[in-house]
């Protein structure tokens, strides 16, 4: 590839038209989140000004449930001194930046995961686009790969700071390049291998690697004069490797505390979330999470070795818990454990820091189940994220779903929701727990169209136990929180209604598909069944009611662009939440 090729799709048109799409996105949700208040001006006609007044933005817009936007992309015009401008998404931030709350401090920084984003998707629109209709029979990496929004609340959700246009060509999962994982051997003396009940290293790595690989590493380091017993081996993500541990972990490689082995031989698939990996040389084997110290979407995507101790029992404890649940089991509900994990801890940056710092998520990595084995005939899989894509065409991934199925738009939903939805509902009312669930935390297993079941994943991570008398075992107790008693159902109509239901519902009545009163009529109806089901949750169920004529709008962006290296204290989740006003609850009265 020679230099101009590398940045061939920063085309003047595809520009244009990113900035475009990237602008039609920031004038929605910040509508939303009442960041900005658009001033009517026709029917269905808007406008808003910047800080100064002088530059009018003019677009027109639907107004759907949950006070979502539709603002239609082509009728975004901008204006200064009865001039139109070209649109221009840094130009946009700096002439807000006032209403956005944008500080100096992180305004540069923000504007640079704008640019960035808006150049992801002009590599997207310079790939071969492939028509939903045609992606919903392709395979699951197929439709991994194919996703071409990333998170649909935030603005900002493809910064990825710290990468190259090499190393984005390289590692980005819509560019789909094959990556082999880098190997290195971790002294134990700091670093720690976990597992899974009936998991045991040796065994597993050999598993993981084939023997020919671990003893082509095992005669490495003994041509070093280096025991292999004294060794664990750690994945590690390329970018990590050349970027930092070569440089920040210097004295660790000095020391042969770590020592590279080089690549393994299987390729994989970068996923949706940029540090996780799929093995597609082995479908069948455990995907490879591993810390990646790029700022995205409001993180450092680091993986903390101290985490990583407790995660393998955590995951034990969900399946067991998933199991002996006969109403979750009725669901078809399963998780892919994260079934083994190594963390390496560098002490001197221990002692120099607190365990919320970005030096001590550096070197760590987990397997975690692959969903593939799992597979019954006929049926495919698709991360749901998928569900709210739409294609250039305007025509949604969900909307193609329902024509494959031949079912009726309602009674496609109703499979999807008891799959999905009911889990969530009862984990929440039965055990206080929790999930971040997501379209990337979550895998659709799929027959001929329809949602035959969910798979749930990324737990240790993401789950929380809200119950402060709970009995949990020692290994578990860290997913214990303390949320006031107001904001608990927050978790389902923020999570769910608020950042993924909004825009299906909006995406299936665009398209003509199901109107939104009939959506949110199903997902009411879904969850009077469930709670008919289980009358012994009556009590929970009058205490945190979904049926409450309105819920808290908790804003995401506002997070971000208040503090986008670290969009929430850890130690704190339900304290970082930026709560403005309320919103309607699309199923209350229903």
Known sequence: MTLADAVAHLSPERWEKANRLLIRKALAEFAHERLITPEATAENGYVVRSDDGLTRYRFTATRRALDHWQVDADSITRHRDGTELPLAA???????????????????VYLEEISSTVSGTCYKLAKPQIPVAELTRSGF????????????????????????????LSYAPETASPVRLVWLAAHRSRAAFTAGVGIEYETFVREELGERTVERFHGLLREQGLDPADYLLIPVHPWQWWNKLTVTFAAEVARRHLVCLGEGDDEYLAQQSIRTFFNSSHPEKHYVKTALSVLNMGFMRGLSAAYMEATPAINDWLAQLIE?????????LSIIRERAAVGYRHLEYEKATDRYSPYRKMLAALWRESPVPGLRDGESLATMACLVHVDQEGASFAGALVEQSGLAPTEWLRHYLRAYFTPL??????????????????ILVLKDGVVQRAIYKDIAEEIAVMDPDAVLPPTVERLRVEVPEDKKLLSVFTDVFDCFFRFLAANLATEGILEEDDFWRTVAEVTREYQESVPELTEKFQRYDMFAPEFALSCLNRLQLRNNRQMVDLADPAGALHLIGNLKNPIAGV
């Open 141 to 168: 990496q197929a439709v991994e790969t194919g996703m071409t929004e990333g998170h649909p609340c935030f603005v900002a959700n493809n910064g990825r700071l710290g990468f190259g246009i090499h190393e984005y």
């Open 425 to 442: 509902l009862h984990s929440f009312y039965a055990y206080d727990l929790v999930y971040m669930p997501h379209g990337e935390n979550v």
């Open 324 to 332: 002996g649940d006969p109403v979750l089991k009725s669901t078809g």
């Open 90 to 108: 840094l130009d946009f931030f700096i002439e807000l930046r006032t209403a956005l709350g944008l500080s100096d401090e992180v305004l540069p």
